[in-house]
T-cell receptor
Framework: DSGVTQTPKHLITATGQRVTLRCSPRSGDLSVYWYQQSLDQGLQFLIQYYNGEERAKGNILERFSAQQFPDLHSELNLSSLELGDSALYFC??????????????FGEGSRLTVL | QQQVKQSPQSLIVQKGGISIINCAYENTAFDYFPWYQQFPGKGPALLIAIRPDVSEKKEGRFTISFNKSAKQFSLHIMDSQPGDSATYFCAASSYGQNFVFGPGTRLSVLP
């Protein structure tokens, strides 16, 4: 158990809809990262928050947004969903702000299926 | 320049054999190279990591070999076991920067 909690584990929705994925980082970790993993694809970095502030942005679509709350949990909002958004979405956390300032601890992911 | 290349995409090894996965990078600012292991249905987990001040790091059956001049590093799994069957990701980072992950290698160890 990595200590990172993601909900929901599975989500099935229709095109055009909006969903919210939630992540609780490990106790003491200040950074939260969101990654997308599509079938047979690697880990695509979406966005990172550090202590409530956006720290880095990767290949995140404009239809997607995220935030980190004062209690350090984070939410990833996906809107106007398309079939291609079907993927595993991972949250990871680390103590520091990035890179080798801390090991990444991954949650078990939220599997999104868009029909 | 931010990419990390990884090969092979998939690998099948007999039980007891050696599994070798290779990665290459371009960014000379990278100075931390972890490997993550991901089992089906689970999130990736840190397996082993190396910094460029050493050429090799061994933890049990897992060894990272690092060639700074060639900008390459590899993961060797000795005496591979069916329980090692997973997807392996190499990654690289520099101070204060996010990890850049390779595309992954799916390892299957046959009993």
């Amino acid at each position: 158990d990595s200590g990172v909690t993601q909900t929901p584990k599975h989500l099935i929705t229709a095109t055009g809809q909006r969903v919210t994925l939630r992540c609780s980082p490990r106790s003491g970790d200040l950074s939260v990262y969101w990654y997308q993993q599509s079938l047979d694809q690697g880990l695509q970095f979406l966005i990172q928050y550090y202590n409530g502030e956006e720290r880095a942005k990767g290949n995140i679509l404009e239809r997607f947004s995220a935030q980190q709350f004062p209690d350090l949990h984070s939410e990833l909002n996906l809107s106007s969903l398309e079939l291609g958004d079907s993927a595993l979405y991972f949250c990871a956390s680390s103590v520091g702000a990035g890179g080798h300032t801390g090991e990444l601890f991954f949650g078990e992911g939220s599997r999104l299926t868009v029909l | 320049q931010q990419q990390v290349k990884q090969s092979p995409q998939s690998l099948i090894v007999q039980k007891g054999g050696i599994s070798i996965i290779n990665c290459a990078y371009e960014n000379t600012a990278f100075d931390y190279f972890p490997w993550y292991q991901q089992f089906p249905g689970k999130g990736p987990a840190l397996l082993i990591a190396i910094r460029p001040d050493v050429s090799e790091k061994k933890e049990g059956r897992f060894t990272i070999s690092f060639n700074k001049s060639a900008k390459q590093f590899s993961l060797h799994i000795m005496d591979s076991q069916p329980g090692d069957s997973a997807t392996y990701f190499c990654a690289a980072s520099s101070y204060g920067q996010n990890f850049v992950f390779g595309p992954g290698t799916r390892l299957s160890v046959l009993p």
